[in-house]
C-alpha cells in the first residue's frame, strides 16, 4: 500500500446525518415520498448532477430547481452550526501522513463544498493540493474513472491504493479499478451492503489501523 485514497462525504466529514434527513423531507413534500433510508440507497455516492437529474425525470424542471435551492440553503446552514470531522479520522490521516503514506480525497461533491465542510471541520489544510472531485472525470461513481484519476495524479498504481468509503456506489467504483477497499460501516449504509459490493467492512476508525498495517500503536482519539 502506497496511496490511501478518502471519499469525503461520511467517511471524513459527517455530511450524510445532518442531509438526508432534510432531503428526504423536501422530496416527500414536492411529491416523490422518500425516507432517509431510502434517500441513502438511491443517490448517496452519487453526483449532486446525477441525483438531480433522477429527480427532475420524476417531478419535474421546476420543482427540482426549488428542491436544489431549498435543500442547499437547509443544509449549508446546519453545516455551520452542527457539522463535525467523523471521529478517529483526523488521527487516522494524521499517522498514515507520519509514517509516509500518500493520502488525498476523491468525492463526487463538488471543490466547493469540499472546501466548506472540510474547512469547517479542520481538515482542509491536512489534504490541501489533493482533493479530487467528480467534477474532474467523465463519470462519477460508480464508474472507476474519479479513482483512477487521482491515483494517477497522485503517481499512484490501482494495485497498490486503497480507497476507504461509505457508500454502495463508491465500493462498486473502487473495486472497478482494481483498488482495495474498506467500506466504513460507522454512518448510513448497511454493513452487508456495503460487503456485497466488494468492500471489506470495518464500523470504527480505529479498526483502519490493523486493517492498513499501520505501525502506529496509538489509536485515533
Not at 488521527?91 to 468525492?107: M, P, Q, W
Not at 463508491?170 to 460487503?195: C, D, K, N
Request: charged letters at 25%; aromatic letters at 6%; hydrophobic letters at 45%.
Amino acid at each position: 500500500m502506497t496511496l490511501v485514497v478518502f471519499d469525503c462525504d461520511g467517511v471524513l466529514v459527517d455530511t450524510e446525518r445532518l442531509a438526508v434527513g432534510i432531503e428526504a423531507r423536501a422530496l416527500s413534500e414536492l411529491g416523490w415520498p422518500h425516507t432517509p433510508e431510502e434517500m441513502v440507497a438511491r443517490f448517496m455516492g452519487k453526483t449532486s448532477e446525477a441525483m438531480l437529474a433522477e429527480v427532475e425525470s420524476v417531478i419535474g424542471s421546476e420543482a427540482t430547481r426549488f428542491f436544489d435551492e431549498r435543500t442547499t440553503a437547509e443544509v449549508h446552514e446546519l453545516f455551520g452550526r452542527e457539522l463535525i470531522a467523523v471521529p478517529g479520522a483526523v488521527d487516522v490521516v494524521e499517522t498514515l501522513t507520519r509514517e509516509g503514506v500518500s493520502t488525498c480525497v476523491a468525492s463526487s461533491g463538488s471543490h466547493q463544498k469540499m472546501r466548506t465542510t472540510l474547512g469547517i471541520t479542520g481538515l482542509f489544510d491536512l489534504f490541501d493540493g489533493r482533493i479530487f472531485s467528480a467534477s474532474e472525470v467523465a463519470h462519477g461513481k460508480p464508474a472507476p474513472d474519479l479513482f483512477l484519476h487521482a491515483c494517477a495524479k497522485m503517481g499512484g498504481r490501482p494495485e497498490s491504493t486503497v480507497v476507504i468509503e461509505d457508500s454502495v456506489y463508491g465500493v462498486r467504483a473502487a473495486v472497478s479499478a482494481g483498488m482495495t477497499v474498506y467500506g466504513f460501516a460507522g454512518g448510513l449504509s448497511p454493513a452487508e451492503a456495503l460487503e456485497e459490493a466488494g468492500a471489506v467492512v470495518f464500523h470504527d476508525m480505529t479498526e483502519l489501523f490493523p486493517l492498513l498495517g499501520s505501525r502506529s500503536k496509538g489509536a485515533p482519539r
